[in-house]
């Protein structure tokens, strides 16, 4: 089969609300990143998700709550305790992330994300979601990004006022991370059989990740019923021990985001591409991550925005691309 015709074909059956199968999935990550090729891919996917997002585009606001060496050692984040990257520990108090949260909502994130190290403590967390939630008023989502827990605790999260979960099973887990994937899974399934939401992406890929280890990772995150998949690159940090491996391209991303929401047609309506691509919100991603604070690809606290990268510049990327931009206000 041509290029032209699986792009076509991958399209079709998204828009019928089908998902790809495994073969389909790697033959369009097969397809050359710098061809025109991929265009019509990144055009397809555009086409899909106006289709299944109502053309609408949202911002995932995260707040990196503590700023401490992990013991887990996972080799691409800077928290690993063996990568001697966290001198100084340090964390966010509640007051603290509720200013934050509070510039956030006004500024029309839609997701607010509390993304803490493996043991921060899932208590301390229903806690913080308890102060925002008695704080700051809006129409926006919370999301836990944090250890693993029970289904117990996936339901004391949600009755705190959380909707969602990050979760995943990372590329190479268990082998450039300390998990056993199974344990991984077990949290997986507690968000699924809780009233929490599941946000999944396929992370953190690399230029050392097959196309076979790509779709084997998406297809994962659509069987525990992933609501928000796309892709989040590996960002290099120099002293971690995958950082003399490249970074892809921002085409090879935007290629597989591209996939991604062919692949997840109206199963995760939310496709999100992280690091900010313009290209890979023109190929269909509608969600794009600011961040602030602890983050795992930056070797220091983060004060500001990561990269800079704001809302105002999240709302420009949907807008320049021709989305509507989710606000949370009726307008
Ligand atoms: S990715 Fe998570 S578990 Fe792994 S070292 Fe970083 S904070 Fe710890």
Redesign the pocket.
Known sequence: MSNSDLVNEAKERALKGETLDRNTIISLLQIDPDSEDAEMLGEAARTVAIAVTGNSGSVWASVGVDYRK?A???DF?A??RKWGLVREESERTSQEIIEIVRRFVSHGARWITLRT??FYGVDRLIQVVRDIRASVPGKYEIVVNT?EFNEKEAVLLADAGTQMVYHTIRLREGIN?RFKPEDRIATLASVNSSPLDLAYLVEPVGTEHTNEEIADIFLTAMKYNARLCGVMARVPLPGTPLSDLPQISERRHAQIVAVTRLAAGYHAPDICAHPPSRLAVEWGANVVVVETGAI?REGEDCKTEWHGFGLDTARDYFTSAGYSFYSGREN
């Open positions: 992990c887990m050692n996972c984040c928290f690993g190290t493996q250890g991370t795992p």
